[in-house]
């Protein structure tokens, strides 16, 4: 009686094995109809998706593509503009800015000022944000700059209302300039009081501030 259990369940196991193998083999071989349309091509890439029934093709661009497209936008190009012809041409006209000088952008955001720097001439520029940009903007924290004290002629940032900490923000940016630089800020349109919290900011420098509208 025993032996014939033991048969029967040798036999069963057999069995259990057969439909457990043929089920995978079929899950293996069939495509989910759920995640690719019926009228897909055959690929092997699409027999088995990995993680989503999305079955739009992502095209993987390259970042010099990427980049032209950006650099194409009217948007880009008009704040291009803006800072070349509103803030850095009158910076050469009061001897502050030249092509041979060393400029650091803080906070650079995609590199609009980069860029138009650049494009003026300017043969040196770095631009550094938390979020690096390539080509024009490194990664770096505008609260601790990775350069060397007096690295460079003048420090730009058009960002520095937008500072967790502005009297550090400040500080690094004259702490990489050298003596008889300059650090140059855009602010948004404020009153004498807004100058004045601005000015406190630069605790090492003798302060002169001009508008420009742009």
Known sequence: MDREIERFLKRLSFVA???ASTTLILLFLQTPDTC???DAPLKPHLRFPKSTCDFTTRIHAPLH???QRLWSTRDWNSKVQSFSSAVFLPLRRLGILANHSKVLCVSAGAGHEVAA???SGVEDVTGVELVDSP???QRADPHN???FDGAFDLAFSARLDEALF???FAAEMERTVRSGGSCVVAVAECGDDEVREVVGLFRKSRVRWRS???
Request: net charge positive; hydrophobic share 50%; aromatic share 12%.
């Open 17 to 19: 094995i057969a439909i």
């Open 36 to 38: 690719v349309p019926s």
């Open 65 to 67: 593509k990427k980049n």
């Open 117 to 119: 720097l650049s494009g």
């Open 135 to 137: 080509p024009l903007v």
């Open 145 to 147: 700059l990775p350069f």
């Open 166 to 168: 502005p009297a550090r």
């Open 212 to 214: 420009f509208l742009y």
